[in-house]
């Protein structure tokens, strides 16, 4: 019998190796009871609360059990007036209506799958196909390889190995690789993000913790089972990813890199077949009657294949502006005052919010605590940015998109004119560096210098992946987005101080903050064509890792729901 009590508060600095015994004294105190008496003190939840700068402190929820008996721990609960309750974890399941065992060796290693017999020899035309390898399409595939219906995953980048070289080719030499780069390979394009695992998604189900356990058992530090802002780290991730694939290769998956999906082949609107593109440039028609769309969230071609194909679907709204870059210092300053230089706090992050009076939405987006700035691009001849963090966050720079709303008032009505609207901002961009990233000064942008008089923090280079080019941001944006930047950047410095630093730099241009497009999708989580499901950010249904790997398990429950007919 579990319990569980909340709001155990231990003031910073705090020691990681002494966490759990400092954690468990606490307890000690809080309950009044015996050490002796309290078994299995695990963390579910822990949080920091910096509001008061001089006051800072982590807070806990924590389980465990008590060794007495089933009458004094029914006693202790009932006297404890709320501090402790009862504890139940969350148990994910697919509701598949069959069993699937699995052979592992001493270490945990998968050696083999044994689906029962009604999926031993599934054909190959019934096998499910995905469209992507990002969270999306990677936890569809891994939850139906574990069940036996050996998915086939097709990806138009490459393996995540050789994606790395390729990103890096990129960020050295400038030469692009459209096919493999930061926004298409396996992985998707949060594998160069900052990894932040933190989700909105409110789900009773379990499938965050099978999402958060899952990159756990891959190898992912434990401790983003119970942070309440859980961050893998782009490096972490990579490995992850690698080892989640060779498990499901193990299951019976089958991983097709460098294939670029063209469209999918109906009959009296139902799917029969999709049309491939392998890296040679032949195309394959294969027959198959279940295909998942997980294509991510800048597969331009894709979707205008897929609306030609029949697929329906409408624009939605999305964010567009710049990367603001900062000392981590001076974060650290803000949010923790005297305690900034402790090496026992985590780099700061931050959130910030405001309205302009235009109506639009200004916003922080993926803020990048101890990270980079990174060239993302994955078109000739455009320029998009992104942040990316290692799971140390120790680069020395913060960085984070301030972006601004946009929806069909902006942009256009016509379906598309969101995805030409970023491409022609990306173009302006690649435009004014001549292809490297753009920066400027937030006093130069206010100032619309066409000629740089400051550089960042005294000429400190600032932490970019990619060739970089000081310039005029103000050409890159409609004007009236720049005014929205400069009325609403200076009320963020009101909650973090120097935030609208003349130093603090800008770097653009920031598009991808999610799908422009979102695909329709029924109760039975299939498309306006039969056998095809959309799914993940692309598909206009996620956004961010742990959103868009729900995504994936909820389609595959879908999936498993039609097969469940067949057993």
């Known amino acids: 019998m579990m319990l569980k009590t909340d709001n155990i508060k231990i003031r910073t600095p705090l020691d990681p190796k002494k966490e759990m015994t400092v954690l468990r004294n606490a307890v000690i105190k809080r309950l009044k009871l015996k050490d002796t008496v309290i078994k299995d003190l695990t963390i579910i939840r822990r949080s920091l609360d910096a509001r008061k700068k001089n006051d800072i402190f982590w807070v806990y929820s924590v389980a465990f059990s008590l060794g007495m008996k089933v009458e004094q721990v029914t006693e202790i609960v009932k006297n404890s007036r709320g501090k402790i309750t009862y504890f139940s974890p969350r148990k994910y399941d697919t509701g598949a209506d069959w069993e699937v065992y699995n052979e592992r060796d001493e270490k945990g290693n998968l050696l083999s799958i044994k689906p029962t017999a009604n999926f031993a020899f599934i054909r190959e035309h019934e096998r499910p196909y995905i469209i992507g390898t990002g969270?999306?399409?990677l936890f569809c595939g891994y939850e139906l390889a574990r069940l036996g219906l050996r998915p086939v995953l097709i990806e138009r980048g490459d393996k995540i190995e050789d994606r790395v070289n390729a990103v890096e080719h990129f960020w050295n030499t400038g030469e692009l690789d459209p096919g493999s780069n930061i926004q298409f390979g396996e992985g998707g394009?949060?594998?160069?993000?900052?990894?932040?695992?933190?989700?909105?998604?409110?789900?009773?189900?379990?499938?965050?913790?099978?999402?958060l356990e899952t990159f756990v058992r891959f190898g992912a530090?434990?401790?983003?089972?119970?942070?309440?802002?859980?961050?893998?780290?782009?490096?972490?991730?990579r490995q992850v990813i690698k080892n989640m694939r060779s498990e499901m290769e193990i299951m019976g998956a089958t991983f097709k890199f460098r294939t670029t999906f063209i469209n999918p082949v109906t009959e009296n609107g139902k799917l029969t077949s999709i049309r491939i593109k392998d890296k040679d440039g032949k195309i394959e028609m294969i027959p198959a009657n279940l295909l998942v769309l997980a294509p991510g969230h800048s597969a331009r071609d894709t979707f205008i294949n897929l609306h030609e194909s029949g697929i329906e679907m409408q624009n939605k709204p999305f964010a567009v502006g710049f990367r603001f870059i900062h000392p981590q210092d001076d974060i650290n300053m803000a949010q923790y005052g005297a305690d900034h230089k402790s090496k026992l706090l985590p780099p700061a992050d931050y959130k910030v919010t405001a309205?302009?009076?235009?109506?639009?939405?200004?916003?922080?987006?993926?803020?990048c605590p101890g990270g980079y700035v990174v060239n993302a691009s994955s078109e000739d001849g455009m320029v998009a940015v992104n942040g990316m963090s290692n799971r140390d966050r120790a680069s020395g720079n913060a960085n984070s998109a301030i972006v601004i709303t946009v929806d069909e008032n902006d942009y256009g009505e016509k379906l598309f004119d969101g995805m030409r609207f970023q491409r022609d901002l990306e173009k302006n961009a690649y435009m004014l560096a001549g292809g490297r990233i753009p920066v400027e000064v937030w006093s130069d942008f206010c100032e619309n210098r066409d000629e740089a008089f400051h550089r960042f923090h005294n000429g400190e280079e600032p932490m970019i992946k990619g060739a970089y080019e000081y310039a005029n941001l103000r050409k890159i944006l409609p004007e009236s987005f720049n005014?929205?930047?400069?009325?609403?950047?200076?009320?963020?410095?009101?909650?973090?101080?120097?935030?609208?630093?003349?130093?603090?730099?800008?770097?653009?241009?920031?598009?991808?903050?999610?799908?422009?497009?979102?695909?329709?999708r029924f109760d039975d989580g299939q498309s306006?064509?039969?056998?095809?499901?959309?799914?993940?950010?692309?598909?206009?249904?996620?956004?961010?890792?742990?959103?868009?790997?729900?995504?994936g398990l909820k389609v595959a429950e879908k999936i498993v729901m039609s097969y469940n007919q067949l057993v």
């Open 135 to 137: 969270p999306a399409g």
């Open 189 to 211: 394009a949060g594998t160069f993000s900052d990894g932040k695992l933190f989700s909105h998604v409110h789900d009773k189900s379990g499938r965050v913790e099978e999402v």
């Open 221 to 237: 530090d434990p401790d983003i089972l119970y942070d309440s802002k859980p961050h893998i780290g782009t490096d972490v991730l």
């Open 355 to 367: 309205k302009a009076s235009s109506g639009r939405a200004v916003y922080s987006f993926c803020m």
């Open 483 to 520: 005014k929205d930047l400069m009325e609403t950047v200076p009320q963020f410095a009101r909650y973090i101080s120097g935030y609208d630093s003349g130093m603090t730099l800008l770097a653009g241009v920031e598009t991808r903050t999610s799908s422009p497009v979102k695909m329709e």
């Open 528 to 551: 306006t064509i039969r056998g095809i499901y959309p799914c993940g950010e692309g598909a206009g249904y996620a956004g961010g890792i742990t959103s868009a790997a729900v995504d």
